[in-house]
C-alpha cells in the first residue's frame, strides 16, 4: 500500500466519523423533541409577562388582569422564584395612601394582582413545582403548585395551569 493510499484511507474515515457524530447528534436531538425533553436550564433568568388568560370548561376566554397585564418572573439558578403579575389599569386609590383605601379600592388591588416567591424544581417533562413560600393571596402560602410548561425556548416560556378563578391559566413570557 503506497502513502497516497494510507491518506486517503484516513480522510475517508475521518469524514465518516464525522459524519456518524453528526448524525447521532441529530437523533439525540430528534430524540428529545420527540420525549418532549424541556431543557430545564432554559428557565433560568428574568421574564416578562406577554400575557394572562383563563380559559373556562365552556371555551370561553378570560383576562383576569386586564387585556396588558404586566408581569415578571425571576427563575434563579439556586432554584429559588419570584413572580408578580398585575393589571396597570387599576384605578389609583382616591386617598392616595393604601393604608386608607376603600372597600372597593382594596377589591381591586386583590383581583388585579399576585405576587409570589418561594423555591422551584422543573423537570424534563415540563412539569414545574412552585413550593410556595409566600403570596399576596394567604391561601397560597406554604403550598406546593404545578405548571405545565408547554413550550420553553431561550427566550419564550409558555405554562397552563389549573386557576382558582374557574378555568385553566395560560400565561406567556419573554426573557
Known amino acids: 500500500m503506497d502513502r497516497r493510499s494510507i491518506l486517503k484511507g484516513f480522510a475517508t474515515a475521518g469524514v465518516g466519523l464525522a459524519m456518524l457524530s453528526g448524525g447521532a447528534e441529530a437523533q439525540r436531538k430528534r430524540k428529545n423533541k420527540e420525549e418532549g425533553g424541556i431543557n430545564p436550564k432554559l428557565i433560568t433568568g428574568h421574564w ?16 383576569p388582569f386586564g387585556p396588558n397585564p404586566a408581569g415578571v418572573a425571576v427563575f434563579a439558578p439556586n432554584r429559588r422564584f419570584s413572580i408578580s403579575v398585575v393589571n396597570p389599569d387599576m384605578p389609583k386609590f382616591a386617598s392616595n395612601n393604601q393604608d386608607t383605601g376603600t372597600d372597593e379600592e382594596n377589591k ?6 399576585i405576587t409570589y416567591f418561594g423555591t422551584y424544581r422543573l423537570a424534563r417533562d415540563g412539569t414545574l413545582s412552585l413550593e410556595i413560600e409566600g403570596s399576596s393571596f394567604p391561601n397560597w402560602n406554604k403550598v ?3 405548571r405545565m410548561v408547554t413550550s ?7 405554562w397552563t395551569a389549573s386557576g382558582d378563578r374557574g378555568g385553566t391559566a395560560e400565561l406567556v413570557w419573554k426573557k
Open 48 to 63: 416578562s409577562l406577554v400575557s394572562a388568560e383563563t380559559v373556562r370548561s365552556d371555551g370561553s376566554h378570560g383576562q
Open 152 to 158: 420553553l425556548t431561550a427566550n419564550e416560556l409558555k
Open 144 to 146: 406546593d403548585q404545578m
Open 108 to 113: 381591586a388591588v386583590a383581583r388585579g394582582s
